[in-house]
């Protein structure tokens, strides 16, 4: 099983699992519409355990984000206000009303997500990791 693989299994697991210290985050969402998920501290050693990323904090924008090129002195990188802002509880949980469009979601790093008119709540899961960490588009089954 590739290391990507494993961790998708693991994000799966850790949203659904029948273990009672886990709590299935998909009953925890209380929009109607937009994003929700769960942030995890991944692994990258043997000797780690992964846990909930209580306290870290989602951003949304209308656009990409992007930072500064740290190689280039001539691009200062955006000054965009996020739509929105959020922290995810002790369970990692977190969800943010969104109007249909498209938005960049970010923690450490971005990923892109598109709310179309009459969808439910889509769930985005992130793990910290290599290079920032990863996005995952996640659903809980029992």
């Not at 990507?4 to 709590?23: E, M, N, P, Q, R």
């Not at 000054?79 to 450490?108: H, I, Q, R």
Request: glycine share 12%; proline share 7%.
């Amino acid at each position: 099983m590739t290391k990507h693989a494993w961790l998708f299994s693991f994000l799966i697991v850790a949203g659904c699992g029948s273990d009672t210290d886990l709590v299935c985050i998909d009953d925890l969402v209380t929009i109607g519409q937009g994003i929700y998920g769960e942030l995890l501290n991944g692994c990258d050693t043997a000797d780690c355990e992964t846990s909930r990323a209580s306290g870290m904090e989602v951003r949304v924008y209308d656009e990409d984000p992007t930072p500064p090129d740290p190689d280039d002195a001539t691009d200062d990188g955006t000054t965009l206000v996020p739509l929105a802002v959020t922290k995810a509880d002790g369970a990692g949980f977190y969800e943010v009303e969104l109007l249909p469009g498209s938005y960049s979601v970010c923690t450490n790093v971005c990923t892109t997500t598109t709310v179309s008119p009459d969808d439910a709540p889509q769930r985005l899961d992130w793990a910290s990791g290599p290079g920032g960490g990863r996005w995952y588009v996640g659903s809980c089954s029992p």
